[in-house]
């Protein structure tokens, strides 16, 4: 067991200093127009939206480069639409009503991701959210595969992602009531249809075996970095206990991780994921570009009350996991005792 010092001890203090950080925070929000709070983030998903019919054509091209650069709009859009796009429908951070949010992560996290809505919002919002870094719960432990070794895990396991979401989705929609479940697949298979019909329609492709082929390698373009962010950003840090899990602030201080603004995953996977990962955790219901705006208040005030701000490069993180791979990912990790905060 590992223990933490350092936090503020006196037992309301915890609700006390998330309070103010969330005064701050408001203030800021406030401060902000529609167009910070909304509109950025809804344009460039619209802006990737836009850009699939130029990425399709490129790929009538019989020059390699065109080729390529349409192989290449079309797996940073994809990731666009089914990362960032999936990822702030879910928090309901796109827009401000309640049904729209509901219309838009079915369309990004159904159609465009092939995966059940309701099961991503209960995996990441109420699980992973809640139970940030709680051993059994929101543990990051479904990125765990200690069957895999390092290698097979870091280079390879990402290019099965494209196959296995619509796989793990079917097996998820047995559990659902049929009325659910019969909605889902058809929307899962009007978005995995729709992709296979315009590589043959559009792009020009000759046989269904190289449009599948195409399917894969688009939606597998940004699977590695996708992946390794996952891990990077909450496996290592200190895991807590069901029964001693501590504070809000002081679990998501200690539990999450932020990267260095990388501008193709800022774009692709959004701030909230990529540089703003700690602010998310925080405040999951703002998008991208206010997690951005707000990251200075939040790093100064952690940095100003003394708590935990964690922060690495992807390159360190990589160069980590692969030489402690078996502690991280194979291994049952270490509870960590937060000393005074219990």
């Not at 309901?92 to 992560?105: D, M, P, Q, V």
């Not at 075996?209 to 496996?235: D, E, K």
């Not at 790093?299 to 360190?316: C, I």
């Not at 692969?322 to 502690?327: D, T």
């Amino acid at each position: 067991m590992e223990t933490a010092r350092g936090a503020p001890q006196r037992s309301g203090g915890a609700e006390v200093l998330l309070s103010e950080l969330q005064e701050r925070v408001q203030d800021v929000v406030r401060a902000s127009s529609w167009w910070e709070r909304h509109g950025v983030d809804c344009a460039i998903l619209a802006l990737s939206l836009f850009a699939l019919p130029p990425g399709f054509l490129c790929l009538r091209s019989e020059n390699v480069l065109v080729f390529v650069l349409g192989i290449t709009i079309l797996g940073v859009c994809h990731s666009t639409l089914t990362v960032k796009g999936s990822h702030l429908a879910t928090h309901g951070a796109l827009t401000e009503s309640k049904r729209w949010s509901k219309i838009w992560a079915l369309f990004f996290v159904e159609v465009c991701t092939a995966f059940p809505a309701e099961y991503a919002k209960y995996g990441h919002v109420k699980i992973h959210h809640g139970y940030t870094n709680v051993l059994g719960l929101g543990d990051s432990s479904t990125w765990r595969l200690p069957c895999l070794n390092r290698y097979v895990y870091m280079f390879l396991a990402p290019l099965s992602i494209p196959i296995i979401t619509p796989l793990v989705a079917v097996e998820r929609l047995r559990n659902v009531e049929r009325g659910m479940a019969l909605r889902t697949l058809g929307l899962i298979s009007l978005g995995l249809y729709s992709h296979y019909w315009l590589l043959l329609n559009v792009s020009g492709f000759q046989s269904p075996s190289s449009a599948l082929v195409c399917m894969i390698v688009t939606r597998s373009l940004l699977a590695h970095p996708y992946l390794h962010v996952n891990i990077f950003q909450h496996i290592g840090l200190p895991m807590f206990s069901r029964d001693k899990k501590p504070r809000r602030i002081h679990m998501m201080s200690l539990g999450v991780l932020n990267l260095p603004r990388l501008p193709v995953l800022d774009w692709a996977f959004g701030h909230s994921i990529i540089s703003c990962h700690v602010e998310h955790h925080l405040f999951p219901s703002l998008s991208d570009n206010m997690c951005l705006k707000v990251k200075p208040v939040v790093s100064q005030f952690l940095h100003e009350k003394q708590l935990p701000y964690n922060e690495d490069t992807y390159l360190a993180r990589f160069r980590l996991f692969l030489s402690r791979y078996e502690e991280f990912m194979v291994q049952a990790p270490p509870i960590t005792e937060l000393v005074g905060l219990q």
